[in-house]
């Protein structure tokens, strides 16, 4: 029964408004810590080059962000992954998230992710069927920023960038895996597609593991995800500790 909702659950993902979706130009989902896995693993060699033109994180940050009243503390990584934790602290320093909505809660037929971050949220008369279609277009350019996948595997000294770990041929797990509570990108089908909307898992979801980056964790509040609904918005986030590891383009 498990298996077929794993499944069922990634089937899902590529029918539903998981994917951020919508036309954009390319040329080209308890509180947790980070997983500490006792598998031992063999070093991985990468052959990747982080992005040089994108904000940058530098070690890990903490960010408070409230919703319903209630905090909701989360450390995003930029050890394991800078660019994706990077991006997102940028736009939490712009004050892109807030007021924006929670547009996708999944709880049923098992507890799945809480996802936002579509800019276009923050008009409350835009039709809620659109949302999960919006990207963050950078001011200083006039266009949607868009951030690599990023995934580092055990064992690499650097993440992989650009392909699933299944396209790339990696065999062993990410250093950032899916368990309840991961802070991770949501996406379009294109690896490169992620911008501005992100999920929380509410529970563990290794089926995703390699596909989608995973860059942090809720670390307290765990209890006010899990009352997250649709449409709730977040009230407020910032940086608390940390920002300074942030490094613009």
């Known amino acids: ?12 993902l590529v029918t539903s408004a998981f994917f951020i979706g919508g036309c954009f130009s390319q040329t080209s989902a308890s509180s947790s810590a980070n997983p500490s896995p006792t598998d031992q693993v063999t070093p991985v060699t990468v052959a990747s080059a982080e992005p040089g033109n994108l904000p940058k994180l530098n070690g890990k940050a903490t960010v408070e962000m409230v919703v319903k009243g209630e905090t909701i503390t989360l450390e995003i990584d930029g050890t394991n992954a800078p660019v994706t934790a990077g991006n997102f602290a940028d736009l939490v320093q712009r004050g892109v998230y807030d007021g924006l909505v929670f547009h996708r809660v999944v709880r049923e037929p098992q507890p799945f992710v809480v996802q936002g971050g579509d800019p276009q949220s923050k008009d409350m008369n835009f039709p809620a069927e ?3 279609t919006g990207s963050f277009v950078d001011p200083a350019t006039s266009r949607p920023r868009y951030v690599p996948l990023e995934i580092k595997p055990q064992g690499a000294e ?9 396209a790339a041929g990696v065999s062993t797990k990410p250093k950032l895996q899916h368990t309840r509570g991961a802070v991770a990108m949501a996406r379009s089908s294109f690896p490169d597609s992620a911008s501005s909307q992100f999920y929380i898992a509410l529970t563990d979801l290794s089926f995703l593991d390699g596909n989608y980056a995973v860059f942090g964790y ?7 995800v899990d009352k997250i609904q649709q449409g709730d918005r977040i009230e407020s986030i910032r940086i608390v500790k940390g920002g300074e590891g942030l490094k613009k383009a």
């Open 130 to 132: 659109r949302l999960g």
């Open 158 to 166: 650097k993440p992989l960038y650009h392909q699933t770990f299944e």
């Open 218 to 224: 809720v670390t307290q509040g765990m209890e006010t």
């Open 1 to 12: 029964m498990r298996n077929f909702l794993k499944r069922w659950f990634a089937i899902a």
